[in-house]
């Protein structure tokens, strides 16, 4: 499973590599439970994917060459999103969720990767935040904007020496290391 340090991680390594990448493709595979777009960047390719499958899940940066279905079913394109350029990549918080920005059409869009395991998703959102569409059924009648699943997770770059001090005395019979 990842953690929100994966994310911050694959963050990193998206910024350096697919911002200002094309968007040349979106595959999804419903009984795969598995979405994939493919960019290009000057002379690489490469698969941006997001399984949610209760027996794997994960989200991964890989050379489209890499990239392989074991299925029969035809994948279905999904949100549109062909010919933008990714414009930024950026955590929402210290979480297992972060965003693309992408500019398609004189138009900025979001896609929102909700890297939760099992429970994982993607979100179209349009420039104001406003949820746009789903890769997994979910109710969109209203203009809501996204909001990220509430989490209590500690921001372990902003962890403070005086609240390791408390976490320690709060739990003694607990490694610190643990707690963290």
Same mark, same amino acid.
């Given at each position: 499973m990842?953690?929100?340090?994966?994310?911050? *991680? !694959?963050?990193?390594?998206? *910024?350096?590599?697919?911002?200002?990448?094309?968007?040349?493709?979106?595959?999804?595979? +419903?009984?795969?439970?598995?979405?994939?777009?493919?960019?290009?960047?000057?002379?690489?390719?490469?698969?941006?994917?997001?399984?949610?499958?209760?027996?794997?899940?994960?989200?991964? !940066?890989?050379?489209?060459? +890499?990239?392989?279905?074991?299925?029969?079913?035809?994948?279905?394109?999904?949100? /549109?999103? /062909?010919?933008?350029?990714?414009?930024?990549?950026?955590?929402?918080?210290?979480?297992?969720?972060?965003?693309?920005?992408?500019?398609?059409?004189?138009?900025? +869009?979001?896609?929102?990767?909700?890297?939760?395991?099992?429970?994982?998703?993607?979100?179209? !959102?349009?420039?104001?935040?406003?949820?746009?569409?789903?890769?997994? +059924?979910?109710?969109?009648?209203?203009?809501?904007?996204?909001?990220?699943?509430?989490?209590?997770?500690?921001?372990?770059?902003?962890?403070?020496?005086e609240?390791?001090?408390?976490?320690?005395?709060?739990?003694?019979?607990?490694?610190?290391v643990? !707690?963290?």
């Open positions: 990842q953690t929100a340090l994966h994310i911050t *991680s !694959l963050v990193a390594e998206l *910024s350096q590599e697919v911002v200002g990448a094309r968007i040349v493709s979106t595959e999804f595979y +419903k009984k795969q439970r598995a979405a994939f777009i493919f960019l290009k960047a000057e002379k690489k390719r490469w698969a941006l994917g997001l399984v949610y499958h209760p027996a794997g899940s994960g989200c991964y !940066l890989v050379p489209a060459s +890499k990239v392989r279905i074991e299925t029969r079913e035809k994948p279905w394109p999904f949100f /549109e999103l /062909e010919g933008g350029h990714v414009e930024a990549v950026a955590q929402l918080g210290v979480d297992r969720i972060f965003e693309l920005r992408v500019a398609q059409s004189n138009e900025t +869009k979001r896609v929102v990767y909700e890297c939760l395991g099992p429970n994982g998703n993607l979100w179209l !959102l349009d420039s104001e935040g406003v949820r746009r569409a789903t890769l997994r +059924k979910r109710e969109l009648s209203d203009e809501r904007p996204y909001a990220p699943p509430p989490s209590d997770r500690l921001d372990p770059f902003a962890l403070t020496g609240q390791l001090a408390r976490f320690d005395e709060e739990y003694p019979d607990t490694p610190l643990r !707690l963290l």
